[in-house]
């Protein structure tokens, strides 16, 4: 065909024939997905935030800055194990989860979901289509470290608080490459500079100088063909008194152990210095430590001349103030950026419901790439979003922790907590109150809520977020809205059954369920312990 000699509007029609289309290989993006650790959405300077990310305003200047982006669990590894996988944690079949709820049982997704050693995940689906696969820093989802710690590893686990000692550090350096080996073996194609789970001492310390030199690595390693690297930094988990000691003391603390020099990637004195500048204080030291960790990742691309076509995300595992609980403020909701300058144009902006079940199945949608036949995920791609951020994929977002689910539209919140008849039976016995301090654990469907919202102890919760956008009213029982909650709990029925075998409280009896009223009954007693346990502090 010569293209020459074609008139305009036909040259035109070619053109688009022509043009690869998303999954073809020609054409197939890089991915990076950014997650970081513990990041509430009104912190981040593209939100609004008193903090100094310039990197994080350029990736919203750059591309989309997404408003209402959500988790489906509020803890690190439920929340992660949905990132790598596009399926909600009650939907793992990891031997870890099934041992604690077996099928045809509620579950109860907290710290109890791994990532399974089938590899249907992200890193192999995307490897067997021709994707270099790496992983970077925090894993925290592998399926055998829940409960049984040392069970992996054996004489090489370095027992939590140990004192350091040159052999310690020793055993460090080696456990890393098994895990290392751990994540290449569950599906990634690459994978170094490995954090198994929170930081413990005697290597209790951050450090986004090790982290960025392997996302470095990898993304120079693989710049001639398509990638995907799930880059996990440690930030910005807290307290935030640790940000700035690991910053100034820690430098040689790693995932691996000590290190015998600095790495001197990231101008730590810089950070202090510019932070001052700023009129902040040590409290946001983490803030720009990690923002300074992305630049380098931002400035590899360009310097490679591959920015174009790479997909950058950044977001959260969950929010910090509300973690553990399923309130949206600080809780599920999360921030969210996307930069792919290929087809996002710059300045996008989305109010568009998206949950991180989505992210899977966009990636596997512009990879080309097909999953087995048995492989299952809850998510939706977002390209329709990419391609015009006008665009809503979702009518409402799901959420899952503990005995506690939710549905949020745009509007409305809904948020119900169903005890098991096993937890009914552990709060009426004689060890009661360890019952109870559980339920208020990250793994009870409550957590950081409770001090801060009226309806927490409730078994059903319904808010209007139009009005009340930090949830502080229930509406539950008020008759003026009868309506709504019965169309909000419609909505959470429809997401359990789509669980299979999963039952949920009086939405989908069955086996262990209990009704509204029972639970309620447990949240009465939960509210009036702690109301004691906060006397007892004051």
Known sequence: MHLQNLPVFALLFACVLLAPSFGEKTDRPNVIVFLVDDYDKPETSPYGGKVLTPNLDRLAKEGMICHNAHVTS????????????????????SKTFLGECPEGTQALPAFNVGLESDRMNVGRVLA??????????????????HGNEGSLFGDLDVPKNAEYTEEINKRKFKLEKLQRDLVKKNGFSWAKNIYWGNLKSPFK???????????LEFIEEHKNQPFYLHCCSTLLHGPNGEWFKSMMEKELVTGEGYLKKPLGLIDRESVWKRIQKAGLTEAEVGYLWM??????????????GIADNTIVVFVSD?????????????????????????????????HGLL???????????????????????????????????????????????????????????????????????????????RAFKTFLGLSGGISRAKDFHPGTFSADQLYHLTHD?????????????????????NMLTKSVKKMGSRPYGDFVPGKGTSNAATSQKILDKLSVYHAKENKKKK
């Open 74 to 93: 509020t803890v690190c590894t439920p929340s992660r194990y949905t990132f790598l996988t596009g399926r909600y944690a009650s939907s793992s079949h």
């Open 318 to 350: 969950h929010g910090s103030e509300r973690k553990g609980s399923l309130i949206k403020t600080r809780g599920t909701e999360i921030p969210c950026l996307i930069r792919w300058p290929k087809v996002i144009k710059p300045g996008s902006v989305s």
């Open 291 to 304: 923002d300074d960790s992305l630049g380098l990742i931002l400035d590899k691309l360009d310097a490679l």
């Open 128 to 145: 067997d289509a021709g994707y270099a696969t790496g992983f970077v820093g925090k894993y925290h989802v592998h399926d055998m470290d």
């Open 205 to 215: 310390g951050h450090n986004p100088d090790w982290t960025a030199q392997a996302a």
């Open 355 to 433: 949950q991180n079940t989505d992210f899977v199945p966009t990636w596997f949608e512009l990879a080309g790439a097909k999953p087995p036949e048995d492989y299952h995920m809850d998510g939706k791609s977002l390209v329709p979003m990419f391609e015009d951020p006008s665009v809503s994929i979702r009518e409402f977002i799901y959420a899952e922790q503990g005995p506690a689910r939710a549905i949020k539209t745009k509007e409305w919140e809904y948020v119900s907590l169903r005890y098991t008849d096993e937890q009914i039976e552990a709060a009426q016995g004689n060890r009661a109150d």
């Open 469 to 489: 956008p930090d949830s502080q009213k229930n509406l539950a029982k008020d008759k003026g809205y009868a309506v709504q909650l019965r169309k909000m709990k």
